[in-house]
């Protein structure tokens, strides 16, 4: 029997390729984005499956030359760079990895948040350039423990975040539309709880609802002792106004893995020493990336079996 045809935007890791390619005919694009829908549209009589990452995501053009496309299997959680409307409209199932993720995500929150705090990107490169020796002592840097956390966003992640703040004995608030099941004081109004917080992680999806939330106003609010963590996505800070705030040091310092052009990091950034920077590596080990690929192949191979999909986005 023919093997269905698959067509795969960004890769998994080499072994789940193969168990893909065990099932499917795959047909992978390059990175370049201007490729796409020229590569796609030669399939769009027979492609039923598109198996993508978070970051690659299915655009609308790519997703409307595919007129048999019956479901994108998505690796990560955040689908902000799937056209979701045209999903809906057509009927198209969208498939994401939530969950096994969330303690990565939240360890690099964190470890973001110690980094910052206690200057340990700069600690590094002072041994290793020679200035303790040259200068002496690094200047002293920020307490962590027992501070006042701002959680915007407390869902699967969010939550896992406020577990690990509270081994620091951190007092900790959230942001988020609607209060969750959680003991921590729900802060509906974010400028308010910039305000009287000492250090902020941002954890919300991506997408219109979310685009600019941490504003210049939210930013001036976390003020010069401040440090914002983003792990979500960069749409969601007003980058512009985030790195006007850092250079001119309205906001203390910034601990960021997303970005709102990745993999481009505004070069102002590059020289900062209040800023902590990673390349979008929240699940990033090899562990989760595993459990991640996992659940991309089953969740394709449930639908071609006709069995009920283990993460559809709702
Ligand atoms: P989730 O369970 O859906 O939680 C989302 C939280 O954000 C909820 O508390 C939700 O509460 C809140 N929220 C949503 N829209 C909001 C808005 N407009 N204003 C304020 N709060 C809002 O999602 P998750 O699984 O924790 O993942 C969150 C996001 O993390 C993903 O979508 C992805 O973008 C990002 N992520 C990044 C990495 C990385 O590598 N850096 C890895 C994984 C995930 P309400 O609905 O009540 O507002
Ligand atoms: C992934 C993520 O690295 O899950 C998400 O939303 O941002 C990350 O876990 C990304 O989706 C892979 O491109």
């Given at each position: 029997?023919?093997?269905?045809?698959?067509?795969?935007?960004?890769?998994?890791?080499?072994?789940?390729?193969?168990?893909?390619?065990?099932?499917?005919?795959?047909?992978?694009?390059?990175?370049?984005?201007?490729?796409?829908?020229?590569?796609?549209?030669?399939?769009?009589?027979?492609?039923?499956?598109v198996?993508?990452?978070?970051?690659?995501?299915?655009?609308?053009?790519?997703?409307?030359?595919?007129?048999?496309?019956e479901?994108?299997?998505?690796?990560?959680?955040?689908v902000?760079?799937?056209?979701?409307?045209?999903?809906?409209?057509?009927?198209?199932?969208?498939?994401?990895?939530?969950?096994?993720?969330?303690?990565?995500?939240?360890?690099?929150?964190i470890?973001?948040?110690?980094?910052?705090?206690?200057?340990?990107?700069?600690?590094?490169?002072?041994?290793?350039?020679?200035?303790?020796?040259?200068?002496?002592?690094?200047?002293?840097?920020?307490?962590?423990?027992?501070?006042?956390?701002?959680?915007?966003?407390?869902g699967?992640?969010?939550?896992?975040?406020?577990?690990?703040?509270?081994?620091?004995?951190?007092?900790?608030?959230?942001?988020?539309?609607?209060?969750?099941?959680?003991?921590?004081?729900?802060c509906?109004?974010?400028?308010?709880?910039?305000?009287?917080?000492?250090?902020?992680?941002?954890?919300?999806?991506g997408?219109?609802?979310?685009?600019?939330?941490?504003?210049?106003?939210?930013i001036?609010?976390?003020g010069?002792?401040?440090?914002?963590?983003?792990?979500?996505?960069?749409?969601v800070?007003?980058?512009?106004?985030?790195?006007?705030?850092?250079?001119?040091?309205?906001?203390?310092?910034?601990?960021?893995?997303?970005?709102?052009d990745?993999?481009?990091?505004?070069?102002?950034?590059?020289?900062?020493?209040?800023?902590?920077?990673?390349?979008?590596?929240?699940?990033?080990?090899?562990?989760?990336?595993?459990?991640?690929?996992?659940?991309?192949?089953?969740?394709?191979?449930?639908h071609?079996?006709?069995?009920?999909?283990l993460?559809?986005?709702?």
């Open positions: 029997m023919s093997k269905p045809d698959l067509v795969s935007i960004e890769p998994l890791r080499p072994q789940s390729m193969e168990e893909l390619a065990r099932h499917f005919t795959i047909h992978q694009l390059t990175m370049d984005k201007s490729t796409w829908v020229d590569a796609v549209k030669p399939l769009g009589d027979r492609v039923r499956f198996q993508t990452t978070g970051f690659a995501g299915c655009p609308g053009p790519v997703m409307a030359a595919l007129p048999r496309l479901i994108v299997s998505c690796m990560g959680v955040g902000d760079a799937i056209d979701l409307a045209q999903a809906r409209t057509r009927g198209i199932a969208v498939t994401n990895t939530p969950d096994v993720l969330n303690d990565d995500v939240a360890d690099l929150g470890a973001l948040l110690l980094m910052t705090a206690r200057h340990l990107a700069l600690s590094d490169r002072y041994v290793r350039d020679g200035r303790w020796k040259r200068l002496g002592n690094q200047a002293l840097a920020t307490k962590v423990s027992g501070k006042r956390l701002g959680i915007v966003g407390m699967r992640i969010g939550k896992v975040v406020a577990r690990r703040a509270a081994a620091f004995d951190m007092k900790i608030s959230y942001h988020a539309r609607n209060r969750a099941d959680v003991s921590w004081t729900h509906p109004d974010l400028v308010a709880m910039a305000r009287e917080v000492d250090f902020m992680i941002v954890i919300v999806p997408g219109p609802s979310t685009r600019g939330l941490i504003s210049a106003q939210v001036e609010a976390l010069p002792k401040g440090i914002l963590v983003n792990v979500s996505r960069g749409s800070v007003d980058e512009p106004a985030l790195v006007d705030a850092l250079v001119s040091g309205r906001l203390g310092g910034a601990g960021l893995d997303v970005f709102a990745e993999p481009n990091v505004p070069e102002a950034l590059l020289p900062l020493d209040n800023v902590v920077l990673a390349p979008h590596v929240g699940s990033g080990t090899q562990e989760t990336r595993g459990a991640m690929a996992d659940l991309v192949v089953a969740n394709l191979l449930a071609r079996d006709g069995k009920p999909l993460t559809r986005v709702p």
